[in-house]
């Protein structure tokens, strides 16, 4: 079998269509812009497990629906396929439901954002790229830092001068070339799109190209797989760019046209920080996009975008979903990660901390309803914002 059933590129606003044998950014209908999908000449009914019996446990088990053609550039440093972990004992109110971590911490470079760099790089390296640049929160510029080393290619990171040190050193050694900005990441974003312009390098803003999309809507297989082919209730997502939120609600379609899942969808519920809360605050006053928000400081890192470039598409979904939309404090988040630490022995991410407390008050809400299955995900490790928590 090909390594990539993949047709073409689609815009989801306008349905515009694109080769995928070229570059590309966004849609060119000047009157949407949208991020671009990739599209599948998609198999029907496949068994599933046999299709995938044997084969290694990483993304790249669900190479036909990846988008690179030639196994020769796939750039891989094994991630992908991480644990459902059940809750073992933290509970709350009556303990009615049954609650997983899916935990991306053990990805390389420690989050995953692992997923979506080593599919756009491999496509990158497809298509002919050799300078890639990326403004980032902290995760992305690592894992771009680590895949291009690992591919050959060269590395430019954006990054706020506030990121905890950490973020930074992996960077350098990896051996990028790390830019530190005055500012958040919209800030990086727009110095990264100066110098990419004037430097004829390619970005890999999040969703501004299409491949990083298609990398982490493996999470989506894997969770569809590693439940034995049903989806939970409820799944809670720390949305920052929101790549991953819409890259799960992808697979799920892609697999339901296969015939691998029914048309049952899980509820999704976008977690934010206080300090940068567009979308929870447009999706409880019902808009179709959300505003510029940016109140500074945060330790969840990932979750300081005061305004995501796919804002209406991280929307449509909570939408489709019969979602929600819900904002955590600092204090909050803290407290959750060491609660989390302390009954469980995970040491997560702020980011990831923010879902209990989120799941929390939904509980008590009844938002969460009684037996629901419940899938909380983990982007990344905790180890790498020590300088971030009061211990």
Same mark, same amino acid.
């Given at each position: 079998m090909k390594l990539s059933l993949i047709e073409d590129l689609y815009c989801p606003a306008c349905g515009t269509r694109y080769p995928s044998t070229v570059i590309q950014t966004v849609c060119l209908n000047e009157a949407c812009k949208s991020s671009l999908f990739a599209g599948y000449n998609l198999p029907l009914s496949t068994d599933p497990e046999r299709l995938f019996s044997g084969r290694p446990a990483t993304m790249w088990r669900y190479h036909e629906f990846l988008p690179v053609a030639d196994p020769a550039h796939v750039v891989t440093l094994g991630e992908g396929f991480t644990p459902v972990l059940p809750l073992r004992n933290l509970s709350y109110? =009556?303990?009615?439901?049954? &609650?997983f971590w899916k935990d991306e911490s053990g990805n390389p470079t420690g989050s995953f954002k692992a997923r979506g760099i080593?599919?756009?790089v491999s496509k990158a390296k497809e298509l002919g790229i050799?300078?890639? &640049?990326? /403004?980032?929160?902290?995760?992305?510029?690592?894992?771009l830092a680590a895949y291009c080393a690992q591919g050959g290619l060269n590395a430019y990171v954006y990054m706020p001068k506030l990121t905890p040190k950490v973020f930074k050193d992996e960077c350098r050694l990896y051996g990028a070339n790390l830019i530190e900005v005055?500012?958040?990441i919209s800030d990086c974003g727009k110095l990264a799109d100066k110098d990419a312009t004037e430097n004829g390098w390619f970005q890999v803003s999040t969703l501004k =190209? /299409?491949?990083?999309?298609e990398g982490k809507k493996t999470m989506g297989y894997e969770i569809a797989e590693q439940f034995n082919w049903e989806v939970p209730d409820v799944i809670l997502y720390p949305t920052g760019g929101g790549t991953g939120l819409i890259g799960i609600w992808k697979a799920f379609d892609e697999m339901e046209k296969m015939g691998w899942i029914g048309s049952k969808r899980p509820r999704m519920v976008t977690v934010q920080s206080e300090s940068c809360d567009g979308i929870t605050q447009a999706f409880h006053h019902q808009e179709l996009q959300s505003q510029f928000v940016d109140r500074g400081f945060t330790i969840a890192n990932g979750l300081r975008v005061p305004k995501p470039y796919a804002d209406k598409l991280i929307l449509k979904v909570l939408r489709e979903s019969a979602g929600t939309a819900i904002s955590v404090s600092d204090i909050q988040m803290e407290?959750?990660?060491k609660e989390i630490a302390r009954k469980e022995g995970m040491l997560i991410a702020p980011e990831g901390a923010a879902l209990w407390q989120a799941f929390k008050t939904l509980k008590a809400s009844n938002w969460i309803r009684s037996g629901e299955r419940v899938l909380l995900l983990n982007t990344g490790s905790g180890y790498k914002y020590l300088e971030n928590i009061n211990i």
């Open positions: 109110q =009556e303990n009615d439901n049954e &609650v080593s599919s756009a050799t300078n890639i &640049v990326t /403004p980032t929160a902290g995760n992305a510029g690592g894992a005055d500012g958040n =190209e /299409p491949y990083r999309l407290s959750a990660l």
